[in-house]
């Protein structure tokens, strides 16, 4: 029996595996296949081009992209540190990092604003400085770099500890520098493992809802990203929640598709 691509043949599965897997992807499907069902299609196009949906979307692309930016320049080296340094402290510092994985969203927001917010704990000093950061478009950017971040340094961290260091001990023994061996071999290695981190980044970034809303409030043009904007219509307007839903699930499907058919790239040329 042929198997699929990159998959090695193995065992067969218990029929209550398959089941259960089955129950597993219709508990997924089904609500999706839902929220298709309810998209008002002979109007999507008025509704998604309005001006309010259009501010709203591209002010959540254009965080988004800046987010995914300060991931990777702040979440590259964070993952190279914990995946090869031998420091102490290493075992804290990634606990921390992980911690918005796991914070309620509205919590992450709340931490952001008792620290950057106007009485926080660093916010008071920038106030006094003229500096506002809660409540700005620069709020959003923040509270999604921060829900954002861990997502790229697993992939990387994860990937950098599968590589190993050999390409790294060879390339030291040759002369090369720290910053050569990571510009020439490091980098290269762990790209398709980059590369999907930062899809995910910008994903998670372009669907954060809670902690944008807490520190960064609802500001049309200003902080009302595309997520806060739906909220907002689910009351007043629920076809256009719906519309502008299809949008954010269209968006997330496509990224997915790309980190998944890059990764099958990959195991197809190893």
Do not use: K
Not at 220 to 235: D, F, S
Not at 245 to 258: C, Y
């Amino acid at each position: 029996m042929r198997t699929a691509p990159g998959r090695r043949p193995g065992p067969g599965l218990p029929a209550w595996a398959y089941a259960t897997a089955g129950v597993a992807a219709l508990f997924v499907a089904v609500p999706v296949v839902g929220l298709l069902t309810r998209v008002p299609w002979t109007r999507l196009p008025a509704l998604v081009t309005s001006e309010p949906a259009l501010a709203a979307l591209g002010l959540s692309l254009r965080t988004a992209s800046a987010s995914t930016a300060l991931c990777v320049v702040l979440g590259v080296p964070l993952a190279l540190v914990l995946a090869r340094a031998a420091l102490p402290g290493l075992r804290l510092v990634r606990t921390l990092v992980m911690l918005p994985l796991v914070l309620p969203p509205v919590v992450a927001g709340l931490a952001l604003l008792t620290t950057l917010g106007r009485r926080g704990l660093l916010g008071a000093q920038l106030e006094a400085w003229g500096v506002t950061v809660a409540f700005t478009t620069a709020a959003v950017v923040l509270a999604q770099t921060f829900v954002s971040l861990p997502f790229l340094v697993l992939s990387l961290e994860g990937a950098l500890r599968t590589a190993g260091g050999g390409y790294e001990d060879v390339a030291a023994t040759l002369g090369a520098r720290p910053t050569t061996m990571l510009r020439r071999v490091t980098l290269p290695l762990i790209a398709p493992a980059l590369g999907s981190g930062t899809a995910l980044a910008f994903a998670r970034s372009l669907g954060e809802f809670g902690a944008t809303l807490t520190f960064a409030g609802s500001l049309e043009g200003v902080t009302r990203t595309l997520p806060l904007e739906i909220y907002l219509r689910r009351e007043t307007d629920p076809d256009v929640a719906v519309a502008l839903s299809l949008v954010l699930l269209v968006v997330a499907a496509v990224i997915v598709l790309a980190t998944r058919l890059g990764r099958s790239d990959v195991r197809g040329r190893g």
